[in-house]
């Protein structure tokens, strides 16, 4: 029986200061993603055969996780999915944007990164309570930006995420309160766009032509 363990963070908590302090890493990383990772691994001991998943193929499976733990499973297998990717698309400040092939399909799609990035903004905004905006590739290749709830996760929706926000209160209520806009207008400053241009072009390459 395989246990899902804590990711090692890409960069120290304080790398992202002043935009997301340390404090709220550190918690939001061994607090919170750990909570979801022990959750899932107590929901998995009643049905061990299905241990040995990976978190994305638990929720791209979910219809046949059993009804018992299926809630559970569905709410911390996509907490611990979406933790585990949120992290990878953050980095040390940059003033370094998105390149190749995703830049012109943004701009293509919506008009300018700059209006990509207010409509991203707009749709983070009115995710009402806690979930995530993502920015995700659909099964032709294009970009959609959309929001889920709690810890669901696009793949749900046959699409692939490359870029996420989490919205959940506890990802920046220590050091923004109630200021979500000043939140997500800050995080732009520490999105790693190296690594959500190497998502896009993964998910593109993978998509299969119908036939």
Partial sequence: MTSHTLPKLPYAYDALEPYIDAQTMEIHHTKHHQTYIN?????????????DMTAENLIKNIGSIPEDIRPSVKNNAGGHLNH???????????????????????????????????????????????GWAWLSVTNLGGLEIHSTTNQDNPIIEGLVPILGLDVWEHAYYLKYQNRRQEYI???????N???????????????????
């Avoid at 207008?185 to 999105?191: A, D, G, L, R, T």
């Avoid at 390459?205 to 119908?210: C, V």
């Fill in 39 to 51: 959750n899932l691994n107590l929901a998995l001991e009643k049905h061990p055969e299905f241990s």
């Fill in 84 to 130: 585990t990717f949120f992290w990878t698309i953050m980095r040390p400040p940059t003033e370094k944007g998105p390149e190749d092939g995703l830049i012109k399909t943004v701009n293509s799609t919506f008009g300018s990164l700059d209006g990509f990035k207010d409509l991203f903004t707009k749709t983070a905004l009115t995710r009402f309570g806690s």
């Fill in 185 to 191: 207008e800050n995080w732009w400053k520490v999105v």
């Fill in 193 to 211: 766009w190296d690594q959500v241009t190497e998502n896009y072009q993964k998910a593109v390459e993978n998509i299969k032509p119908n036939i």
